[in-house]
Every structure is written in C-alpha cells, then in structure tokens.
C-alpha cells in the first residue's frame, strides 16, 4: 500500500510541465542557486512563485559524510556568519528542487542556517521519473525511516562543523517531509522545535515505516507545530483530532504543540510553483513557522 503523501503528492505531476527534460539532481541543485530551471520544478504558475535571491547568501551544494556514503544537499546562509542556528528543510516526494532551495534561501535570509539533504538519492533520482506509480515504487517506498533519522543526524553534524549552532536546532518540511518532521522530533534530543507542513500523522506499520506520527508525538524532544488544510483529501481531519489527543496525553513537548487548520486550504497550499498554492495561508504558515522556531528557541 502506498503512503497517503505520496498520493497526495500525485497531483503535482499533473501541475508540471513534462519531466522527461529535467537536469540532473546535481545540474538541478547548482541551478537552484537562484536562477531555476525547467521540467517538474518549473512551474505553471511561474509568474506567481516566490524567487528569494541568494545576494548576501553562501548558497550551494554540498555533499555531507553519512558513514562512508556522500549525500548531495542544499545550504543557504547568511555570508561570512557562524554561530548561526540550524534549520533542517525536508523535501516533498520531488526532492530538493528549486521550490526547496528557495525555501531555505528565505530562512537563510532570516538569519539561519538552513540546509535540505537529498534524502531519497540512495533510492534513485526522484526528480527524473515523469510517471508518478514509478516514483512511488522505485523510489519513494523504499526509503527507510530508520535510513532518515540517521541521514538527518549526519546533516546536524555537518551543520555544527560548518558555521551551525545545533544547540539551536529545528525542523521544517512538506508533505512526505511534513511526516518526517514529527518522526525526527522524537528521534533526536536536540531537536528545539518543529514544523510540519501537511505531513502524514497515521498508516500501517511495516518494515521500513515502522512508527508513524501518532505512535511516536507523546514523546517529542521539541514542540511541533503543525500547519494543515481542512481541504486537504488525503488527510482526514478525524486523523487530526487523533494526534492532538495523542499529544495531549504526552510529555511537555507533546503538549507544548499545536495544529493550525486552514478552513479552505488544500493539501500543498504552500508550494508557489503548484495550482494547490494559497497565497493568504502560505504567508500565514510562513509568519507563525518563523514566529514558533523563535518562541522555542531555534534564533
């Protein structure tokens, strides 16, 4: 069975332009330094998206050790600042694309060090498939959680060597990473705070997706914040309403957090380059996310 994030997510091939042009992961990552690029990160609505230039910025690739294996990233930073705190930005089932890359560019402006790791590249170059069913099986539905957590530890090492203050920890991300968020809230002690972007809160156990938000959200290391739609088909406002009583049950973390539900948002309503965009709620979204990171520590 395919995880309900990587259905929601279907609809963005629709709102692209065809894939089979697309760069290369590592093209496309260098291209991301603020200029942009075609196929499935080139969005319709091209006219309206968010572009954050990189002016005052260290912003590029990077490869980060992962026991051995070099996993690709984005980092953008203030330049010519260390200390700076560290924001972890997880990606939707695409990858690091231009709408990422801009993402962390835009905490880079507000003073962090923001980096998003290619988590999928061991797996397969999610940003090359133009048909959604092999992306999911040969790509996405292979990833371990377990593979996750650890290449999402490896990026805090990286950022506490490289001009991070990890004692000044968050984590951000969008649909699939939106699950993520809340998974490695309990997974790492560091973790100040988290923001999950219309993330996957239950499903079925299984090998590689053993625990989902709800088994785990009584034990968060840092509040979470969650930012959903009440439009959003693929997940059920009851599954909502079943995390938050989770989250009331558990330790002062858990209870700490919150759940903002936009009335007529769709799920992605903060991707600027898909139709799903909601302008009023992105902005929103993006004030309390800044807003929570700093109340919690994470500035």
Not at 70 to 79: F, I, N, Q
Not at 138 to 162: F, G, H, R, Y
Request: aromatic fraction near 8%; include cysteine; glycine fraction near 10%.
């Amino acid at each position: 069975m395919f995880n309900t994030d990587l259905i929601t997510d279907s609809q963005a091939l629709l709102d692209a332009s065809d894939v089979n042009n697309q760069p290369s992961r590592r093209t496309a990552l260098k291209a991301a330094l603020g200029v942009g690029y075609a196929a499935a990160a080139m969005p319709i609505m091209a006219q309206t998206a968010i572009k954050t230039p990189a002016d005052g910025l260290t912003a590029g690739e990077v490869m980060i050790d992962v026991n051995g294996f070099k996993m690709p990233a984005y980092r953008a930073a203030p330049a010519g600042k260390t200390g700076l705190p560290v924001v972890l930005v997880l990606s939707e089932i695409f990858g690091v694309h231009e709408y990422i890359a801009d993402t962390a560019r835009r905490f880079a402006k507000a003073g962090y060090l923001a980096i998003a790791p290619e988590l999928f590249v061991r797996q397969g170059d999610a940003q090359s498939y133009g048909e959604m069913a092999k992306l999911m099986s040969e790509v996405i539905s292979k990833v371990p959680d377990a593979q996750v957590m650890a290449d999402l530890d490896a990026t805090v090492k990286w950022a506490a060597a490289n001009g991070g203050d990890t004692s000044k920890l968050g984590v951000t991300g969008f649909c699939w990473g939106g699950r993520q968020v809340w998974l490695y809230a309990a997974h790492n002690p560091n973790v100040k705070a988290g923001v999950a972007w219309y993330g996957r809160l239950v499903g079925q156990a299984s090998e590689l997706n053993p625990k989902h938000p709800v088994d785990v959200a009584a034990k968060l290391s840092g509040p979470v914040l969650g930012l959903y739609g009440a439009a959003d088909t693929g997940i059920p406002l009851d599954t909502i309403d079943k995390m938050k009583g989770v989250l009331a049950g558990g330790n002062a973390a858990a209870k700490a957090s919150s759940f903002v539900v936009y009335p007529d948002a769709p799920h992605a309503f903060h991707a600027d380059y898909r139709p799903s965009f909601r302008k009023e709620a992105a902005e929103d979204g993006w004030k309390r996310a800044t807003a929570w990171f700093k109340q919690h520590g994470v500035a």
